[in-house]
């Protein structure tokens, strides 16, 4: 749901329609949290929440005169590919605010260091979310927030799964935003908003975030040193990146507008946040083994279909039996990537273990 920011009325896009590739918000069992245990490894988790008390990037989200210039000039092409960017880039931020406020507001009275940690993530998420936002405006567009608190539909994830899920989202986060800042400031005349300026500073706030939960999922050992945690990690591990991977060639023209490839920025970016992940996860995909992006690009071609389908003016029922074949060709191929030869990290926080 998005506002016409000079007539403040409400309207309803097509793009927002909600489907497996959209950004979620989530709930979780917060008192479970509560009584985590983290004594094993307090010291990092407390180095980590002091960095976020400095709170480095506190001036650097404020807009300055090169937003105030008027952006009739993108053609409706470009300027929809943009207004998606932001809406969907503020809705998952947005999201991440909420979840971390509500574990916050939750642990405050049995576990307030954890509690002060999340209530400083919860400060930075609302940062991007609301300058997010704010550059919406520029093209007469701005979620309701408010609205999206009340209305939407919320996930449960087990803690564990929050963990996981959350540290990935915030590294390949890093990963995504360091790449498009260190290829604009290389190729100025793509960087055709003023939002990607601001993205070097940006991602050290989902870098520290993705220390945190790194932190804590070390200071649990049974979540990182078990075979059920292993198959844990290439699962996440997998999601993210065929989530990602789904999204960003759907959206192709967003990348080629700022002179991005969006197979190749992907392929970048999964790469960088498995050797990331390397550091923590007991086990990380192998991506040199060639099947794993073939099994991938298959799985975004039977997207695609999917898509395509979608869009025919046929009967839904012929939709549906159309759409079979491509819902079998994309879980043959996630069943295969899932079962690839993984590599193992026996980091010490791991014990000796043996190939899944």
């Not at 260091?113 to 999340?118: R, S, T």
């Not at 994309?330 to 069943?335: E, F, T, Y």
Request: with cysteine.
């Amino acid at each position: 749901m998005v506002t016409t920011a000079d007539k403040k009325v409400t309207v309803n896009k097509s793009s927002s329609k909600e489907t497996l590739l959209t950004p979620r918000f989530y709930t979780t069992d917060f008192k479970e949290i509560s009584e985590l245990d983290i004594s094993s490894n307090k010291s990092e988790i407390e180095a980590i929440v002091e960095e976020f008390r400095i709170d480095y990037n506190r001036d650097h989200f404020i807009r300055d005169k090169e937003f105030s210039k008027s952006w009739d000039s993108f053609d409706e092409s470009t300027r929809n590919i943009f207004i998606e960017f932001l809406e969907r880039s503020c809705t998952a931020e947005f999201s991440g605010f909420l979840l971390y406020k509500e574990i916050s507001r939750n642990l405050k009275k049995d576990n307030p260091l954890l509690a002060e940690g999340f209530s400083f993530m919860s400060r930075d998420e609302a940062r991007h979310a609301g300058f997010l936002n704010k550059a919406m405006s520029d093209f007469n567009v701005s979620l309701d927030l408010g609205f999206l608190t009340k209305t939407r539909k919320y996930t449960f994830f087990a803690p564990k799964f929050i963990f996981y899920a959350t540290y990935l989202s915030e590294k390949i986060g890093y990963w995504r935003y360091i790449t498009i800042y260190r290829h604009l400031e290389k190729n100025p005349n793509f960087r055709v908003y003023p939002i990607f300026r601001f993205f070097e500073s940006w991602c050290q706030d989902e870098n520290r975030h993705g220390d945190f939960f790194a932190a804590l999922l070390k200071s649990q050992q049974p979540l990182l040193n078990t075979l059920q945690s292993r198959l844990w990690c290439r699962f996440f591990l997998l999601s993210v990146f065929v989530t990602m991977y789904l999204n960003d060639l759907q959206r192709k023209d967003f990348y080629s507008t700022i002179g991005l490839d969006a197979r190749q920025f992907d392929i970048h970016v999964i790469k960088k946040t498995n050797q990331s992940s390397g550091t923590l996860f007991p086990v990380i995909l192998d991506l040199e083994n060639p099947q794993f992006f073939e099994y991938l690009e298959n799985c975004a071609k039977a997207n695609q279909t999917l898509i395509d389908i979608e869009k025919e003016n046929n009967l839904e029922i012929i939709k549906i039996f159309n759409k079979i074949p491509q819902y079998l060709k994309m879980i043959i191929n996630l069943v295969s990537l899932y079962f690839l030869p993984v590599i193992e990290t026996k980091y010490i926080w791991t014990e000796k273990n043996s190939k899944v």
